[in-house]
C-alpha cells in the first residue's frame, strides 16, 4: 500500500455505543488515501471488539493503552503511531461528513498552512442536532496563524474547534512537543496555538464534523474549572510568545473566558437531561 496522504487518529475509551459509527464516517470519505489508528485506553466496555470487527479493512490499525495518563497519554499514543504528513483526531463519539477529508486534505496542499479547522453541528447522545455550523467566528477567512491565536486568546473561547473539526501538519505538531497537556480543558485549543505559531490558519467553511455533547467529555467534567485554565494558559501565551500575545490581549480574554464558562455551565445544565 501506498504511503497515506492523511493520518486519522482515534482516542478511545468506553466509546463502544458510539466509535461504529465514528469509525464508519472516516472510512467511507472519498477522494484521499487514510490511515486509521485506534488506540483502546483500557476500555471497561465493548469498544475494542467494535474496532476489531473493522480489522479486515487494511487501513485500520488497532493499538492499546496502558491505564492511566488521562486524555494527554492517550492522544499522544495514537499519534506517535501515525505515519502521514497530515493528521486529524476524532474523538471515539464523534463524526465526520462526507467530503471533509478531501476538502481538507487541499487546503493544506498549501506548504505554508499550518492547519484548517471546519464548522461543525453540535449533537446530544442520541445525534439530535442542538447547535448547527458552530465555529469559526471571526477566522472566516485566511490568516497568519499568530493573529488566529491572539484572536481565539481575546474570544476567551476555542475558536477552531474540537479535534474533528481541525486537520494539521503532522510534523508541526511534533516539533512543537505534541498535544499539550499542561491544561486538560484546553488540550485541543493549546495545542492548536502552538501548531499555528509554525504557519497560517486556513479555514473550510463548510460543516465538516459533530460533536456529541456528553457528561463523559472534559469540557463537562471540568467546567468548575474552565475559567482558570483559560487565565493560566493565556498567561502562558504572553509569558511565552510577548509578541503574539499582549498583556492588554491577556485581560480581555480573561475577562470573556470567564463569562464563556459561566454561559457553558449554565447550557450544561439546561441540556443535561439530553447527554448520557
Not at 81 to 99: E, H, I, N, T, Y
Not at 102 to 121: G, K, Y
Request: aromatic share 6%; proline share 4%.
Amino acid at each position: 500500500m501506498t504511503r497515506a496522504q492523511l493520518s486519522v487518529v482515534i482516542p478511545a475509551y468506553n466509546n463502544g455505543r458510539t466509535i461504529g459509527e465514528t469509525i464508519e464516517s472516516i472510512l467511507s470519505q472519498t477522494g484521499v488515501d487514510l490511515e486509521l489508528i485506534v488506540a483502546d485506553h483500557t476500555s471497561s466496555d465493548d469498544t475494542r471488539a467494535v474496532v476489531e470487527a473493522f480489522l479486515d479493512d487494511p487501513r485500520v490499525t488497532l493499538l492499546d493503552t496502558p491505564a492511566g495518563g488521562g486524555a494527554p497519554r492517550n492522544w499522544n499514543r495514537v499519534t506517535d503511531a501515525a505515519q502521514a504528513p497530515l493528521l486529524k483526531l476524532v474523538c471515539g463519539d464523534d463524526v465526520l461528513r462526507p467530503g471533509v477529508l478531501a476538502r481538507q486534505v487541499e487546503i493544506l496542499s498549501d506548504p505554508a498552512v499550518a492547519m484548517t479547522a471546519c464548522r461543525r453541528d453540535i449533537i446530544d447522545a442520541d445525534g439530535k442536532v442542538l447547535m448547527k455550523a458552530w465555529g469559526l467566528r471571526g477566522i472566516g477567512q485566511r490568516i497568519a496563524g499568530t493573529t488566529a491565536v491572539r484572536k481565539a486568546v481575546r474570544a476567551g473561547s476555542n475558536l477552531f474547534g474540537e479535534p474533528a473539526s481541525v486537520m494539521m501538519r503532522t510534523e508541526a505538531l511534533r516539533d512543537t512537543g505534541g498535544w499539550f497537556g499542561e491544561f486538560p480543558y484546553l488540550i485541543d485549543q493549546a495545542s492548536y496555538s502552538r501548531v499555528l505559531m509554525t504557519g497560517d490558519f486556513a479555514p473550510d467553511t463548510e460543516v465538516g464534523a459533530t460533536f456529541r455533547m456528553s457528561t463523559s467529555q472534559w469540557s463537562v467534567a471540568l467546567t468548575k474549572d474552565q475559567s482558570a485554565q483559560a487565565r493560566s494558559f493565556h498567561h502562558w501565551l504572553h509569558d511565552n510568545h510577548p509578541d503574539v500575545v499582549t498583556a492588554a490581549d491577556v485581560r480581555q480574554g480573561d475577562l470573556r473566558a470567564t463569562l464563556m464558562a459561566r454561559a457553558r455551565r449554565l447550557s450544561y445544565t439546561i441540556l443535561k437531561r439530553r447527554m448520557r
